[in-house]
């Protein structure tokens, strides 16, 4: 399995509703990361996780909460969004150094 | 922090070569990666340099002059499906899992 899983694909929510992303890696892969990418921009680092511990916070608003339930299982706990924080929502995997599988990514957009 | 410059878009005929470069400021470097986006789509890998020089991967070469601050892509025997956005991304300061993206060079193909 050499691929990294993203659900749902496309998510609508009002500003005040509660929603999670969910990512899945079954690659072995000890770190596991999150980024935001707006339209015709590149991929914006949000968080990392190593070794299921949080290792990066790139100073990501509290509406954005990670979770890494296990080693294979990567979450970000929506609350609160604002409309500007439509995007699309990738996560990532990697094996130490190497370079990083992304999964499909979850189209979000906040009404 | 890091500045990373490639050119917005650019376009090249089916069955040509067609380098994309990219030039980059960091306090500290630790490696370059190439990533190719359809739209839509996640990032896929490319390639990895770390040491100055050529590697060579199919279709698909990537130079790094670590001096000069500078890397290239580059395409032979274009295809149609080559068309998609092309990222450099560097690894810098901060730990192995902090890379960051340049704004991407859209390639189209033409016949």
């Known amino acids: 399995d050499t691929e990294v899983t993203q659900t749902p694909k496309h998510l609508v929510m009002g500003m005040t509703n509660k929603k999670s992303l969910k990512c899945e890696q079954h690659m072995g892969h000890r770190a596991m990361y999150w980024y935001k990418q707006k339209a015709k921009k590149p991929p914006e680092l949000m968080f990392v996780?190593?070794?299921?511990?949080?290792?990066i916070n790139e100073s990501v608003p509290s509406r954005f909460s990670p979770e890494c339930p296990n080693s294979s299982l990567l979450n970000l706990h929506l609350h609160a969004l604002q409309p500007e924080d439509s995007a699309l929502y990738l996560c990532?995997?990697?094996?130490?150094?190497?370079?990083?599988?992304f999964g499909p990514g979850t189209r979000l957009t906040v009404l | 922090g890091q500045n990373i410059d490639q050119p917005t878009e650019m376009t090249a005929t089916e069955g040509a070569i067609v380098q994309i470069n990219c030039t980059y400021q960091?306090?500290?470097?630790?490696?370059l990666f190439w990533y190719q986006q359809h739209a839509g789509e996640a990032p896929t890998f490319l390639s990895y340099n770390v040491l100055d020089g050529l590697e060579e991967k199919g279709r698909f070469s990537s130079f790094l002059s670590r001096s000069k601050g500078y890397s290239y892509l580059l395409l032979k025997e274009l295809q149609m499906k080559d068309s998609a956005s092309y990222l450099c991304?560097?690894?810098?300061?901060?730990?192995?899992?902090?890379?960051?993206f340049g704004t991407g060079t859209k390639l189209q193909v033409i016949p």
């Open positions: 991304a560097v690894r810098g300061p901060g730990g192995y899992q902090k890379v960051t």
């Open positions: 990532a995997s990697s094996q130490d150094s190497n370079e990083q599988f």
């Open positions: 960091t306090s500290g470097f630790n490696g």
């Open positions: 996780y190593s070794y299921e511990k949080l290792s």
